[in-house]
């Protein structure tokens, strides 16, 4: 008889709700190995016995030959005793059990998009699930959004109201099927049904394909919430969605039918078009081709578009049937969260929708559309939510000590760290009034629930005023760790690439809490994870109005124009800033004016966000923002990709810090803008400015001592070219220089960085 072992085989990692359990099983078959698999906690155990060759081979292919949704992170093996399977028994996949796992090895699995095999049963008329909007399968379908709890079986998501027909009992049984085990299985005659005011099913559907194509507004319950749908090829449809969701000029997110759709409304570099066809379906925001059949309104006053391909049965039967580019933004109101709940949807929206598509699979978990950027040969992530959310990142410093992040105030995500990994939770908003304050709550004690982390500290931005810091306040833990808001921008850019030692940090932002109590926002930073000095930054400015001047550019501009920094540069002429306020309200420069002056209400901010602002008001480009970054969008689409010589700029000592004087800058802006000068030029040209100053600010810090690392982050390096710019000119100085791909340079990554500068600090024993 030929040698036989026993061994019991552990994997940790995502590999709950992805096919695991069935692929273990058709491997360990085709290896003749006996044996069980079982989902425990957030695991897979297997007992096997066989050959010691057949159990080298499964335990490879676990490691190496996974389901394309699964993250294998470790197999560990161990002697099997009793109860051994019994030679000949086969193979069998168990029941879950209710064990949780110890640590961090709960992962949650993302939702994916719609497989192509489903995709092709969904229009074969053949196919019992012909024009069935829920079809999936262990490759696709809801997973974060519809899970309760883990293990992950059927009775721990939304399904679990929905009693499988005998077929579709049959495709979950039959371990040749790749609907074994895939728990969201349905069909039109057991499964979830589409709704549309009092009629269901495929009538439902068709009569929502009717109102959009008839101009209405519509609201679609998505995979983590409900969605606004509108002709993004109708002027007026479109302004209608803008009137009533109270958002005048952000831009929409576009949903097209296939990549064939999207070449036709911008250009598709191969990142871009990978990233559309990837799992997670992201919005992908590109270059906008001229002359397209969008309307004028879909991304006013911006050169780029927010596209993606359906990431649902449903999102594909309404592109197939209206054939044409559909409008797919979240479903709330500027500023509040995205409507998850039917009732609440209805109450919210029944002033923006015209009718509601709805079906009775509840949503467990908010996950608003991810949106990345491509920059050359690489992808950088704007939003990190569905589809990518909750996947866990890395932490190569470990936390010892299990720590939540509370994140920032704009942009918020918090994350949840225990050993070698951190949970970033999905994309909440911001964090402005009680709703989005509830959503996150929310969402922090589900994410809590399923990882099984139970944190013991709590790190926390510096500004006493964001919700997120008096809820960190809150919080019955013993441990708060304060974190400089900048120092977490780069400490998430750092983290996210591996970087153990000292680095140079450059952070450029909107405002930050500074640690001398006044705001930052263009800040040259060494640093390491755990601590920071600051060694070079942008000159102040005062806001006039302080919120005020985040609203309204112009008076970000008169900020500068009057109360600039003093450090030598004279300020523009008499003339030159008449030249500027001539054709605005007289009482409001005024006001502006004496308020800088006197010095009420003008907190100052060394602010490169805001130095953006200043321009593109200097600049025509718009006095107002009615969404955050309007200005510098602007700006950057201005720049094109023309070329341009920088403007005038210098740097000045002080206090032991180099510091970037902008007055020449902005004089000369004054000064081009005066003498008639394309705009493109002085837009390229202040973006190239930006860019020098950056890297001379750089060279002298490293000049002085500091590490050849440079991390990027910060809102501002959302702008592809200023990253650019930036990039070459450091890396012509023989500079490495690391930029946050999956975890977002904006705030959205704050509580990466957090989570990563607290662990720092336990392992050093603070």
Same mark, same amino acid.
């Given at each position: 008889?030929?040698?036989?072992?026993?061994?019991?085989?552990?994997?940790?990692?995502?590999?709950?709700?992805?096919?695991?359990?069935?692929?273990?099983?058709?491997?360990?078959?085709?290896?003749?190995?006996?044996?069980?698999?079982?989902?425990?906690?957030?695991?897979?155990?297997?007992?096997?016995?066989?050959?010691?060759?057949?159990?080298?081979?499964?335990?490879?292919?676990?490691?190496?030959?996974?389901?394309?949704?699964?993250?294998?992170?470790?197999?560990?093996? /161990?002697?099997?005793?009793?109860?051994?399977?019994?030679?000949?028994?086969?193979?069998?996949?168990?029941?879950?059990?209710?064990?949780?796992?110890?640590?961090?090895?709960?992962?949650?699995?993302?939702?994916?998009?719609?497989?192509?095999?489903?995709?092709?049963?969904?229009?074969?008329?053949?196919?019992?699930?012909?024009?069935?909007?829920?079809?999936?399968?262990?490759?696709?379908?809801?997973?974060?959004?519809?899970?309760?709890?883990?293990?992950?079986?059927?009775?721990?998501?939304?399904?679990?109201?929905?009693?499988?027909?005998?077929?579709?009992?049959?495709?979950?049984?039959?371990? +040749?099927?790749?609907?074994?085990?895939?728990?969201?299985?349905?069909?039109?005659?057991?499964?979830?049904?589409?709704?549309?005011?009092?009629?269901?099913?495929?009538?439902?559907?068709?009569?929502?394909?009717?109102?959009?194509?008839?101009?209405?507004?519509?609201?679609?319950?998505?995979?983590?919430?409900?969605? #606004?749908?509108?002709?993004?090829?109708?002027?007026?449809?479109?302004?209608?969605?803008?009137?009533?969701?109270?958002?005048?000029?952000?831009?929409?997110?576009?949903?097209?039918?296939?990549?064939?759709?999207?070449?036709?409304?911008?250009?598709?570099?191969?990142?871009?078009?990978?990233?559309?066809?990837?799992?997670?379906?992201?919005?992908?925001?590109?270059?906008?081709?001229?002359?397209?059949?969008?309307?004028?309104?879909?991304?006013?006053?911006?050169?780029?578009?927010?596209?993606?391909?359906?990431?649902?049965?449903?999102?594909?039967?309404?592109?197939?049937?209206?054939?044409?580019?559909?409008?797919?933004?979240?479903?709330? #109101?500027?500023?509040?969260?995205?409507?998850?709940?039917?009732?609440?949807?209805?109450? /919210?929206?029944?002033?923006?929708?015209?009718?509601?598509?709805?079906?009775?699979?509840?949503?467990?978990?908010?996950?608003?559309?991810?949106?990345?950027?491509?920059?050359?040969?690489?992808?950088?992530?704007?939003?990190?939510?569905? +589809?990518?959310?909750?996947?866990?990142?890395?932490?190569?410093?470990?936390?010892?000590?299990?720590?939540?992040?509370?994140?920032?105030?704009?942009?918020?995500?918090?994350?949840?760290?225990?050993?070698?990994?951190?949970?970033?939770?999905?994309?909440?908003?911001?964090?402005?009034?009680?709703?989005?304050?509830?959503?996150?709550?929310?969402?922090?004690?589900?994410?809590?629930?399923?990882?099984?982390?139970?944190?013991?500290?709590?790190?926390?931005?510096?500004?006493?005023?964001?919700?997120?810091?008096?809820?960190?306040?809150?919080?019955?833990?013993?441990?708060?760790?304060?974190?400089?808001?900048?120092?977490?921008?780069?400490?998430?850019?750092?983290?996210?690439?591996?970087?153990?030692?000292?680095?140079?940090?450059?952070?450029?932002?909107?405002?930050?809490?500074?640690?001398?109590?006044?705001?930052?926002?263009?800040?040259?930073?060494?640093?390491?994870?755990?601590?920071?000095?600051?060694?070079?930054?942008?000159?102040?400015?005062?806001?006039?109005? +302080?919120?005020?001047?985040?609203?309204?550019?112009?008076?970000?501009?008169?900020?500068?124009?009057?109360?600039?920094?003093?450090?030598?540069?004279?300020?523009?002429?008499?003339?030159?800033?008449?030249?500027?306020?001539?054709?605005?309200?007289?009482?409001?420069?005024?006001?502006?004016?004496?308020?800088?002056?006197?010095?009420?209400?003008?907190?100052? /901010?060394?602010?490169?966000?805001?130095?953006?602002?200043?321009?593109?008001?200097?600049?025509?480009?718009?006095?107002?923002?009615?969404?955050?970054?309007?200005?510098?969008?602007?700006?950057?689409?201005?720049?094109?990709?023309?070329?341009?010589?920088?403007?005038?700029?210098?740097?000045?000592?002080?206090?032991?810090?180099?510091?970037?004087?902008?007055?020449?800058?902005?004089?000369?802006?004054?000064?081009?803008?005066?003498?008639?000068?394309?705009?493109?030029?002085?837009?390229?040209?202040?973006?190239?400015?930006?860019?020098?100053?950056?890297?001379?600010?750089?060279?002298?810090?490293?000049?002085?001592? /500091?590490?050849?690392?440079?991390?990027?982050?910060?809102?501002?390096?959302?702008?592809?070219?200023?990253?650019?710019?930036?990039?070459?000119?450091?890396?012509?100085?023989?500079?490495?220089?690391?930029?946050?791909?999956?975890?977002?340079?904006?705030?959205?990554?704050?509580?990466?960085?957090?989570?990563?500068?607290?662990?720092?600090?336990?392992?050093?024993?603070?």
């Amino acid at each position: 008889m030929s040698e036989r072992v026993a061994c019991t085989i552990t994997v940790s990692g995502t590999v709950q709700g992805v096919g695991f359990r069935p692929f273990v099983h058709r491997t360990a078959t085709r290896l003749g190995v006996d044996g069980w698999v079982v989902n425990t906690g957030g695991r897979v155990e297997l007992s096997v016995a066989g050959s010691p060759r057949a159990l080298s081979t499964l335990v490879r292919a676990l490691r190496e030959d996974a389901p394309p949704l699964a993250h294998v992170r470790h197999v560990g093996t /161990a002697p099997l005793t009793e109860p051994s399977p019994v030679p000949g028994s086969g193979f069998t996949v168990r029941g879950s059990t209710g064990e949780r796992g110890r640590g961090p090895s709960r992962e949650i699995p993302p939702d994916a998009a719609t497989c192509e095999a489903c995709l092709a049963e969904l229009f074969d008329p053949a196919d019992r699930r012909h024009r069935y909007p829920f079809v999936n399968c262990t490759d696709c379908g809801p997973r974060a959004t519809v899970i309760v709890d883990l293990p992950y079986d059927r009775e721990r998501t939304t399904m679990r109201h929905f009693t499988l027909c005998a077929p579709c009992a049959a495709e979950y049984a039959d371990p +040749g099927d790749r609907r074994f085990h895939a728990e969201p299985v349905a069909c039109a005659a057991c499964g979830p049904r589409l709704s549309w005011d009092g009629i269901t099913g495929d009538d439902a559907l068709r009569a929502a394909v009717a109102a959009v194509d008839d101009g209405a507004v519509i609201a679609v319950k998505g995979l983590g919430g409900y969605q #606004l749908v509108c002709d993004a090829t109708q002027a007026d449809a479109v302004a209608r969605l803008r009137a009533r969701k109270h958002r005048p000029a952000k831009p929409f997110a576009v949903m097209v039918r296939d990549i064939d759709a999207a070449g036709r409304l911008a250009r598709l570099p191969r990142t871009a078009r990978t990233a559309l066809a990837s799992p997670a379906r992201p919005v992908v925001l590109l270059a906008a081709r001229r002359g397209t059949c969008l309307a004028p309104g879909v991304h006013p006053g911006t050169g780029s578009v927010g596209l993606f391909l359906p990431t649902t049965g449903l999102h594909h039967l309404l592109l197939h049937d209206l054939d044409r580019p559909l409008v797919v933004t979240s479903g709330n #109101l500027s500023g509040e969260p995205i409507a998850i709940d039917d009732a609440a949807a209805r109450t /919210a929206l029944a002033s923006v929708a015209d009718g509601f598509l709805s079906h009775d699979r509840p949503i467990h978990a908010r996950y608003d559309d991810s949106v990345v950027r491509p920059t050359g040969r690489t992808v950088l992530t704007v939003r990190r939510a569905r +589809g990518l959310a909750p996947a866990p990142l890395p932490l190569h410093t470990p936390a010892t000590v299990p720590i939540a992040a509370a994140g920032a105030q704009l942009k918020h995500a918090f994350a949840l760290a225990e050993g070698k990994q951190a949970f970033l939770g999905p994309h909440t908003g911001d964090l402005e009034d009680a709703g989005t304050l509830e959503a996150f709550e929310a969402a922090y004690a589900d994410l809590v629930r399923l990882t099984g982390i139970a944190p013991q500290a709590v790190a926390h931005d510096l500004h006493p005023g964001y919700l997120s810091t008096q809820w960190a306040r809150a919080l019955p833990l013993a441990r708060r760790i304060a974190v400089q808001h900048h120092h977490a921008h780069v400490a998430a850019c750092a983290a996210e690439h591996g970087v153990q030692g000292p680095f140079v940090g450059v952070a450029y932002d909107g405002l930050g809490f500074g640690d001398d109590g006044t705001l930052w926002g263009g800040e040259i930073l060494v640093a390491d994870l755990a601590r920071y000095r600051r060694a070079g930054r942008f000159a102040t400015a005062p806001l006039p109005g +302080g919120a005020a001047a985040v609203r309204r550019p112009a008076r970000m501009a008169l900020g500068y124009l009057h109360g600039a920094e003093p450090l030598g540069a004279r300020l523009p002429s008499a003339a030159l800033v008449r030249s500027f306020t001539q054709h605005r309200d007289p009482h409001e420069v005024h006001v502006v004016r004496t308020m800088v002056e006197r010095g009420v209400n003008c907190p100052r /901010a060394s602010s490169a966000g805001r130095l953006f602002d200043a321009a593109a008001a200097l600049l025509g480009l718009g006095d107002d923002a009615t969404y955050e970054g309007q200005s510098a969008v602007a700006l950057e689409t201005a720049a094109g990709n023309g070329r341009a010589d920088a403007l005038p700029w210098r740097l000045v000592p002080v206090d032991g810090l180099w510091v970037y004087d902008p007055v020449p800058t902005l004089t000369a802006l004054l000064q081009g803008v005066d003498g008639h000068e394309p705009v493109t030029r002085l837009a390229a040209a202040f973006h190239r400015t930006v860019a020098e100053v950056t890297s001379a600010l750089v060279e002298r810090v490293v000049a002085a001592g /500091a590490p050849r690392t440079v991390c990027l982050s910060g809102g501002c390096f959302q702008n592809v070219r200023l990253l650019r710019d930036v990039t070459a000119l450091l890396r012509s100085q023989g500079l490495r220089v690391l930029v946050g791909r999956a975890v977002p340079v904006n705030d959205g990554g704050i509580g990466y960085g957090q989570a990563a500068v607290a662990a720092a600090r336990f392992q050093r024993g603070e």
